[in-house]
């Protein structure tokens, strides 16, 4: 079981204007701010897609909980 406090803080980090779900944008910004500048538009778009259960092309914090959870 992962911690959901921290799990909140790394997505928080994420959605960087806050609306409550990650876009691909969204995660290669803020990757690029920890200094992985390998994620491109398409590897971000390919990890979202890996975690987005619903389809809508959007990490909501559920999405990513869940993710963790599996993992
Ligand atoms: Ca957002
Ligand atoms: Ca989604």
Redesign the pocket.
């Known amino acids: 079981m992962a911690d959901i406090e921290a799990a909140r803080k790394a997505f928080e980090r994420f959605d960087g204007d806050g609306d409550g779900?990650i876009t691909a944008a969204e995660y290669k910004s803020a990757m690029a701010q920890m200094g992985d500048f390998h994620v491109t538009e398409s590897v971000a778009e390919a990890v979202?897609a890996a975690?987005?259960?619903?389809?809508?092309?959007?990490?909501?914090f559920d999405?990513f909980w869940a993710h963790l959870n599996k993992s």
């Open positions: 779900f979202i975690r987005d259960t619903n389809g809508d092309k959007l990490l909501s999405e």
